[in-house]
């Protein structure tokens, strides 16, 4: 089972959607009940990251992130991949769950427009569970204005948008992916379905 963290700001429906089209049982959940009896858990999120980790705060439920990724696989997806980061610089210092090494900085993406929108192709950095069947060259979708800053060893793939930027970064069974899987064609939908057959 594949829970779906519903903290209000997250795209659930697009994700699910996904996860039904591939078959794999998931639903979505703000309950630490379901979110402990889960396989599995994913981050979603949309808009900023000090809202964003307001709203995880006032659920009550970053205490149980935490708790619950030492013991099953986790995914991050767009701003829920930065939201894994030990902290955000969007317009304010935000601490975020600490669960990857590194922080979320303004993408400056020199002489590109801001926000990165649209179909980029990834290059694979370090290998992981998650880009098997994944080759470079292989596009995805992106969406966001801020990107992580972190170590390469956690880095699994990358992309090129006037400077380098993580697209799909993990440590441990902690993985996020900076573009929207459920949106990226045949390529996200792999990804997914790799998430989705780990075993922890």
Same mark, same amino acid.
């Given at each position: 089972m594949i829970a779906i963290i519903d903290y209000g700001a997250g795209n #659930? =429906?697009?994700?699910? &959607?996904? $996860?039904? +089209?591939?078959? +794999? !049982?998931?639903?979505?959940? /703000? !309950?630490? /009940?379901? $979110?402990?009896k889960a396989d599995l858990l994913i981050l979603p999120g949309v808009g900023a990251f000090p809202d964003a980790m307001r709203m995880l705060r006032g659920s009550g439920l970053v205490r149980v992130i935490r708790e619950e990724a030492k013991r099953k696989p986790l995914l991050g997806i767009c701003l829920g991949m930065q939201l894994l980061f030990e902290r955000g610089y969007e317009f304010e210092e935000t601490e975020g769950l600490g669960l990857i090494e590194g922080y979320v900085d303004k993408l400056v993406a020199p002489g590109r427009k801001i926000p990165h929108m649209g179909w980029d192709d990834t290059e694979i950095v370090h290998p992981c569970p998650l880009t098997a069947g994944t080759k470079s060259g292989d596009m995805v979708y992106f969406v966001h204005s801020y990107k992580a800053v972190t170590d390469e060893?956690?880095?699994? #793939?990358?992309? =090129? @948008?006037?400077? !380098?930027?993580?697209?799909?970064? +993990?440590?441990?069974?902690? @993985?996020? /992916?900076? +573009?929207?899987? !459920?949106?990226? %064609?045949?390529? %996200? $939908?792999?990804? #997914?379905? &790799?998430f989705a057959l780990l075993q922890f």
């Open positions: #659930l =429906f697009s994700v699910k &959607n996904a $996860l039904d +089209f591939l078959g +794999f !049982e998931n639903g979505t959940s /703000a !309950e630490e /009940a379901d $979110l402990r060893r956690n880095i699994g #793939l990358s992309a =090129f @948008y006037g400077e !380098e930027i993580p697209a799909l970064v +993990f440590s441990g069974h902690v @993985y996020g /992916a900076q +573009f929207h899987p !459920e949106k990226s %064609g045949s390529v %996200g $939908l792999n990804i #997914l379905k &790799n």
